[in-house]
Each structure stands twice: as structure tokens, then as C-alpha cells.
């Protein structure tokens, strides 16, 4: 931890706000590495993921707590390192139909986005699919 917390205060930190997932997650990591106590002082909040990842490609920040797919999505950035899953909730993107659902292309859309070419895509821009 001593080295992680080097690297984290060598300059402001930029994370989402926890107001939105990213920032309940990236600081969930860094309470479970016990470096948060360390860290906290050097973090810039920023109102949300992308907010935060442009921080660092204008260089306002030398590092991001961001999710590896928006990090993958820019030329201007690199993936320093990845949090353990096991240092944060898990990260989902749940799917439902609503039952009270009119539109008749409802229920083909939710089975496009669970489909083996969906999932495809997916995987194509970072994601894990189940």
C-alpha cells in the first residue's frame, strides 16, 4: 500500500463524485486497500465518469479513478492499473422489460441485448458479457 499511495497523492486524484456509481466504487477500492484515509486529501471530484476521465486528457490531473472501458474509448489516456473486483462492489448493467410495456419491439430489443451478437459487441468495447 505504501507504494500505491505514492502514486495516488503524486498529484490530484481525479474520481467521479459518489454521487454516481464510479465514485462509490473508486473510493470502495481504496477503502479496501486501507489507503483512502491517505488518498483523500488529493482527490478532485468531478460531476461524473467522462467529466472525469476529460480531467486527465487535459491534463488538469495526472491520474483517474475511471472504468477501464471509458479509458479504453480515449486516445489521450492509458490504463495505469486495475482495481481488484474483489476491492469494490461488482459493476452490472441489469436489463429488464417493463410488464406494463406497450411498445411491441420491447421484449425484441431486451433479447437483441442478450444475444451471442450483442454480446460480441460488447466484449469489442471492453465489457464482460454473461
Same mark, same amino acid.
Given at each position: 500500500?505504501a +507504494?500505491l499511495v !505514492?502514486?495516488?497523492?503524486? @498529484?490530484? =486524484?481525479a474520481m +467521479?463524485?459518489?454521487?454516481? &456509481?464510479?465514485g462509490? *466504487? @473508486?473510493?470502495?477500492? =481504496?477503502?479496501k486497500l @486501507?489507503?483512502?484515509a491517505?488518498v483523500?486529501?488529493?482527490?478532485? !471530484?468531478?460531476? %461524473?465518469?467522462r467529466?472525469?476521465?476529460? $480531467?486527465?486528457?487535459?491534463g488538469a490531473?495526472? $491520474?483517474a479513478?475511471? *472504468?477501464?472501458?471509458?479509458a479504453?474509448?480515449?486516445?489521450?489516456?492509458?490504463?495505469a492499473?486495475v482495481? /481488484?473486483?474483489?476491492?469494490? /462492489?461488482?459493476?452490472t *448493467? &441489469?436489463?429488464?422489460? =417493463?410488464?406494463?410495456?406497450? %411498445? /411491441?419491439?420491447?421484449? @425484441?430489443?431486451?433479447? #437483441? =441485448?442478450?444475444? &451471442?451478437?450483442?454480446?460480441?459487441?460488447?466484449v469489442? *468495447?471492453? #465489457?464482460?458479457a454473461?
Amino acid at each position: 500500500p505504501a +507504494a500505491l499511495v !505514492r502514486v495516488l497523492t503524486a @498529484g490530484p =486524484l481525479a474520481m +467521479a463524485d459518489t454521487a454516481v &456509481p464510479a465514485g462509490k *466504487y @473508486g473510493q470502495a477500492s =481504496l477503502e479496501k486497500l @486501507g489507503v483512502w484515509a491517505q488518498v483523500s486529501p488529493k482527490v478532485v !471530484r468531478a460531476e %461524473n465518469v467522462r467529466a472525469t476521465l476529460a $480531467l486527465v486528457e487535459r491534463g488538469a490531473a495526472p $491520474l483517474a479513478i475511471v *472504468y477501464a472501458t471509458d479509458a479504453k474509448a480515449s486516445a489521450k489516456v492509458r490504463i495505469a492499473g486495475v482495481f /481488484p473486483e474483489a476491492t469494490h /462492489p461488482a459493476i452490472t *448493467y &441489469p436489463i429488464a422489460r =417493463l410488464k406494463t410495456s406497450t %411498445n /411491441p419491439e420491447a421484449e @425484441g430489443f431486451r433479447r #437483441f =441485448l442478450v444475444s &451471442p451478437a450483442c454480446k460480441a459487441i460488447f466484449v469489442r *468495447y471492453g #465489457f464482460s458479457a454473461r
